[in-house]
């Protein structure tokens, strides 16, 4: 069993920056990959990127790329969204995630991962 939680989220203007934490516990947290995905109101949940086991590779939904940065410390069992130039559509819940099993669906579906945060509010004003 995983628990994870999110932290570091807020209200920020367009063009700035947050970085939001996620703390894991459970399971070794170097063995399993990390996702971060969002979810805005009325609309589905959307990947937003995801962190290899080791942390050496990290890839990034097309929406975010150049903009966000997925780290990870093994160490301290979290992982990081650094989030820059933000936009008025980042707003939204976001969520990270466990590949814990690392199963059949590709990585960029929800359906991949095993445990999920609560989430954590980023609203972008205009």
């Known amino acids: 069993q995983v628990q994870l939680v999110e932290s570091g989220g807020g209200l920020v203007q367009a063009g700035g920056s947050l970085r939001l934490s996620c703390a894991a516990s459970?399971?070794?947290?170097?063995?399993?990959?990390m996702g971060w995905f969002r979810q805005a109101p009325g609309k589905e949940r959307e990947f937003v990127g995801r962190?290899?086991?080791?942390?050496?590779?990290?890839y990034y939904a097309d929406s975010v790329k150049g903009r966000f940065t997925i780290s990870r410390d093994n160490v301290k069992n979290t992982v990081y969204l650094q989030m820059n130039s933000l936009k008025p559509e980042d707003t939204a819940v976001y969520y990270c995630?466990?590949?814990?099993?690392?199963?059949?669906?590709?990585?960029?579906?929800?359906?991949?991962?095993?445990?999920w945060g609560q989430g954590t509010q980023v609203t972008v004003s205009s």
């Open positions: 995630a466990a590949d814990f099993h690392s199963g059949s669906y590709y990585p960029g579906s929800p359906r991949r991962y095993d445990y």
């Open positions: 459970g399971g070794t947290f170097s063995t399993y990959a």
């Open positions: 962190i290899s086991r080791s942390g050496g590779s990290a």
